[in-house]
């Protein structure tokens, strides 16, 4: 059984790094691989960084194995926040035949 971790992260940082280790594979498919984010700089939220990326990763991985040709995208943003609790967004669109 997995125990979350969380931890003040740089999300914007975690996300481009993820994308980043993604670049090589779209690249030999020649598949435009593209991350952006809607969050300040450096912006920070506690959660579990390893579990977070696991999730990005197998989403990335899904969306370029499924994809031949074309582009795959992921956007982060922010979509819900309080004192306490933010919600955060990913969109991931590819031009494959994957998940819809």
């Known amino acids: 059984n997995y125990q979350l971790q969380p931890q003040w992260v740089d999300i914007p940082t975690l996300v ?9 594979i779209a690249a030999s498919k020649s598949i435009a691989l593209s991350c ?3 969050f300040p700089e450096h912006y920070q939220v506690k959660i579990d960084p390893q579990a977070f990326k696991q999730v990005l990763s ?3 991985s899904n ?7 074309g582009a795959v995208k992921i956007t ?5 926040i309080d004192d306490n609790h ?3 967004k ?3 669109m ?3 035949s994957g998940l819809s």
């Open 86 to 88: 933010a919600v955060i």
């Open 94 to 96: 590819d031009s494959g």
């Open 58 to 60: 197998n989403l990335l």
């Open 36 to 38: 952006s984010s809607t």
């Open 76 to 80: 982060t943003s922010l979509v819900n």
């Open 63 to 69: 969306a370029l194995k499924f994809t031949t040709e």
């Open 16 to 24: 481009q790094n993820t994308c980043h280790s993604f670049g090589a």
């Open 90 to 92: 990913m969109t991931i």
